[in-house]
């Protein structure tokens, strides 16, 4: 079984030789920032003698790049191995903090290690993009491409591809369906002369590091050919 493993490095190393030894890993991702490049360097040259394929990433921003980071690890790594997991014992506070909601963000297994043992970390074994549906995740895209916030629908709408009764629907949610709103990924203020404002959270952004650009789907035709029925006000938490 093949096995990729990232680990974030800090202060101290001996977690994760602790961790390699527990997981038996084909290759090792370290997560690195600058005043610590010497010491990851010394690290890889200690996989090498173990026959352990490894490479280094270097980050400034623990709270920011670590997120891009994983997400192009992932990238990379797609279908060559088994599994993924990341190993947050090692960095910083801030790294290992950032470290454990990217873990949560892409579904991967985490763990810390305690003494000389590994506990895995309580993260669900999926990836929060998977309870987001895809046209959800257009309207975040869209978002993202009108600079993070828009004050109308009709842009909104436009930049997306999904009909503004169905937007409704998609950020306020309904029966049985959370919207972007209750799921953190974006936020409705009211503005000026009370028009509405749809702006992407930090999450939101999160969820879409890594993802394909938009792709924007067919507009409805005329009416009754394709059009989306208007959803009640009740059920889907209309935006007025």
Avoid: W
Wanted: with cysteine; charged share 30%.
């Amino acid at each position: 079984m093949r096995v990729l493993q990232i680990v974030t490095l800090g202060e101290e190393e001996d977690e994760i030789l602790v961790g390699v030894r527990e997981y038996p890993v084909a290759k090792v991702v370290i997560i690195h920032e600058p005043e610590d490049r010497s010491r990851a360097a010394e690290l890889l040259r200690k996989f090498s003698i173990l026959k352990i394929e490894g490479e280094r990433r270097e980050i400034r921003n623990p709270t920011k790049e670590i997120f891009e980071v994983v997400a192009q690890i992932l990238q990379d790594a797609k279908g060559k191995y088994d599994d993924v997991v990341i190993n947050v014992s090692s960095g910083r506070k801030l790294m290992t903090c950032a470290a454990i909601s990217a873990a949560f963000v892409n579904g991967i297994k985490a763990f810390y290690v305690q003494g000389d043992r590994a506990q895995s970390l309580p993260v669900l074994k999926f990836s929060y993009s998977e309870i987001v549906s895809e046209s959800k995740v257009n309207v975040l895209r869209a978002l993202d491409a009108l600079d993070g916030a828009v004050e109308s629908l009709n842009d909104l709408s436009e930049a997306s591809g999904i009909e503004k009764s169905l937007l409704s629907y998609h950020i306020r949610g309904g029966r049985g369906s959370k919207g972007l709103e209750e799921l953190g990924l974006v936020e409705v203020d009211r503005a000026h002369q009370g028009r509405l404002v749809i702006k992407l959270t930090p999450m939101g952004r999160l969820l879409l590091i890594g993802q394909p650009p938009l792709e924007r789907p067919p507009r409805a035709g005329k009416a009754g050919v394709g059009t989306v029925r208007e959803i009640p006000a009740g059920k889907g938490g209309g935006l007025a």
